[in-house]
T-cell receptor, first 112, second 113 residues
C-alpha cells in the first residue's frame, strides 16, 4: 500500500520568511496530493491540492509542486505570518476510490 | 452545510469499558473514513466505507474495534474492551463522489484510564 514520508517534523521561521515542507510517496499509482492544516483542537482542513497532471499550483501565499518521476511533492508558504502556525499534513491517494494516506505532519511555528 | 459532526467531543473511560464514537457525514457524501491521531503515529486510517459498505478495514484492530454504517447519514466506531493505548483523537471524515478531498469533523478525544 501507499506510504507517505514527511519532513521536517518541526519547522520554526521568522515572520515574513518562507517555509517549505517536503513529502515523498511510494505508490506510483497515486495521482492526488492534498495538503491539510490543523489548528489546535480542530480537525485538519484542506488548504491546497494538486493532481498528477499538474506540476505546480499556487493560491496566494501557498504553492505546491509535484515531481512524479521522483515521487515527491512540496508545500511552499511565502511571507509567513503568525497565523500560519499550525500542524501541516501532506497526503496521497489514487483518486479512484481509495483513502488518503497521510504523512506524520510538520509543526510550523512562525515567530513575530 | 453543518459539516461532519462527531460526538462526543471528549470521552474519558476506564480500561475495559465499551466506548462508542459517532459520526454524521455531510449529506451527499458517499465515502466515510475513520482516522486515529496520536503524536507517535500521526493520522492513521482505521477503516473506510463507500455507500455504507466497508472498503478497507486493514488498519483497524479487529479484536476490539468494530465499525458500522447502518445508513448513509450515520456511522459508529466501537471499542470493546478499551485499553489505555487506545487513547487518541479519533476523526471522522467524508468525501463527495468523484472528489479526492476529505472533509474532517472536529474529532473525539478519547482518554482511557
Amino acid at each position: 500500500g501507499e506510504n507517505v514520508e514527511q519532513h521536517p517534523s518541526t519547522l520554526s521561521v521568522q515572520e515574513g520568511d518562507s517555509a517549505v515542507i517536503k513529502c515523498t510517496y511510494s505508490d506510483s499509482a497515486s495521482n492526488y496530493f492534498p495538503w491539510y492544516k490543523q489548528e489546535l483542537g480542530k480537525g485538519p482542513q484542506l488548504i491546497i491540492d494538486i493532481r498528477s497532471n499538474v506540476g505546480e499550483k499556487k493560491d496566494q501565499r501557498i504553492a505546491v509542486t509535484l515531481n512524479k518521476t521522483a515521487k515527491h511533492f512540496s508545500l511552499h508558504i511565502t511571507e509567513t505570518q503568525p497565523e500560519d502556525s499550525a500542524v501541516y499534513f501532506c497526503a496521497a491517494s489514487n483518486q479512484a476510490g481509495t483513502a488518503l494516506i497521510f504523512g506524520k505532519g510538520t509543526t510550523l511555528s512562525v515567530s513575530s | 452545510d453543518a459539516g461532519v459532526i462527531q460526538s462526543p467531543r471528549h470521552e474519558v473511560t476506564e480500561m475495559g469499558q465499551e466506548v462508542t464514537l459517532r459520526c454524521k457525514p455531510i449529506s451527499g457524501h458517499d465515502y466515510l473514513f475513520w482516522y486515529r491521531q496520536t503524536m507517535m503515529q500521526g493520522l492513521e486510517l482505521l477503516v473506510y466505507f463507500n455507500n455504507k459498505a466497508v472498503m478497507d478495514d486493514s488498519g483497524m484492530p479487529k479484536d476490539r474495534f468494530s465499525a458500522k454504517m447502518p445508513n448513509a447519514s450515520f456511522s459508529t466506531l466501537k471499542i470493546q474492551p478499551s485499553e489505555p493505548r487506545d487513547s487518541a483523537v479519533y476523526f471522522c471524515a467524508s468525501r463527495r463522489p468523484g472528489q479526492g478531498a476529505n472533509t474532517f469533523g472536529s474529532g473525539t478525544r478519547l482518554t482511557v484510564v
